[in-house]
């Protein structure tokens, strides 16, 4: 069976953060989840971390949307992934990572 492009930019998420010894999991996206959480969930160096994964032209939901904010306004990680910066994730944790860790 053929990937979706979307499900192509996630296997590249869990790879990159299983590269990196992140803890992460990928919420079940039914009426038993939380509606609107983020694709993938992860715990780096003590920080908490949720990726909404998009392809293509893909936009968040407002749902999504009140949902990173939410991470954001927590003190989390909230980030939007896509084909367009995959390849950027890793140095884009490091440096959020390394940012959260001088301001404690």
Same mark, same amino acid.
């Given at each position: 069976?053929? $990937?979706?492009?979307?499900?192509?930019?996630?296997? %590249?998420? !869990?790879?990159?953060? *299983?590269?990196?010894?992140? #803890?992460?999991?990928?919420?079940?996206?039914?009426?038993?989840?939380?509606? @609107?959480?983020?694709?993938?969930?992860?715990? #780096? !160096?003590?920080?908490?971390? @949720?990726?909404?994964? %998009?392809? @293509?032209?893909?936009?968040?939901?407002?749902?999504? =949307?009140?949902?990173? !904010?939410?991470?954001?306004?927590? @003190?989390?990680?909230?980030?939007?992934? *896509?084909?367009?910066?995959?390849?950027?994730? $890793? =140095?884009?944790? =490091?440096?959020?990572?390394?940012?959260?860790?001088? !301001?404690?």
């Amino acid at each position: 069976m053929a $990937m979706t492009p979307e499900a192509k930019v996630k296997k %590249k998420v !869990k790879e990159t953060l *299983n590269d990196m010894g992140a #803890y992460f999991l990928q919420p079940i996206g039914t009426g038993f989840g939380a509606m @609107g959480a983020p694709d993938i969930v992860a715990c #780096y !160096k003590g920080c908490f971390i @949720g990726i909404e994964c %998009k392809a @293509g032209k893909g936009k968040t939901t407002a749902l999504q =949307e009140f949902n990173l !904010k939410k991470i954001d306004t927590n @003190g989390g990680l909230a980030i939007v992934i *896509n084909e367009m910066n995959v390849s950027q994730l $890793m =140095e884009l944790i =490091e440096q959020w990572v390394n940012t959260v860790q001088i !301001k404690t």
